[in-house]
């Protein structure tokens, strides 16, 4: 099965992930997803660095991704972001993996990282598996 296109198909209706901020789905699979996204001045904040909100924002649409392009049908019940650091290229990408699937809950672990190798943050994400 082609994971990378079912995930996009589902989520061309996600406008702000994709539409809004622009986040490109690079890789999914059942249990992992990477997103990147290119820098423009519209993440920017005030100070001119990438804007939290962004940067949370990709790691939610990754949890997404990876959460629910398999068979089931995964809502975040808890998330907890630390940022690490500024991000100072071009290019965001941000990876969801996994760290507990269990029967009605999962807890999957996002890095967002920019292309220099900067870690801008850690989430942790808790998901509900809808029945």
């Known amino acids: 099965m082609d994971y990378l296109q079912k995930a996009r198909d589902y989520f061309k ?4 992930a994709s539409a809004t901020t622009g986040i490109e789905i690079e890789a999914a699979e059942p249990g992992y997803a990477r997103v990147s996204l290119e820098i423009g001045p519209k993440h920017l904040n005030a ?3 990438v804007m939290g909100g962004v940067i949370f924002t990709m790691a ?10 398999g068979d089931e049908t995964v809502v975040t019940i808890n998330s907890q972001i630390s940022y690490l650091g500024t991000a100072k290229g071009k290019r ?9 699937d269990g029967r009605s809950t999962c807890v999957y672990e996002i890095t967002v990282s920019d292309d220099t190798g900067v870690k801008a943050a850690v989430v942790q994400v808790t998901g509900f598996k809808r029945r």
Do not use: T
Request: glycine share 4%; charged share 15%; no cysteine.
């Open 92 to 100: 965001l990408v941000a990876e969801a993996v996994p760290l507990k």
């Open 13 to 16: 209706n996600d406008v702000f």
């Open 47 to 49: 100070l001119g660095i």
């Open 60 to 69: 939610d649409y990754a949890f997404a991704i990876a959460s629910n392009v």
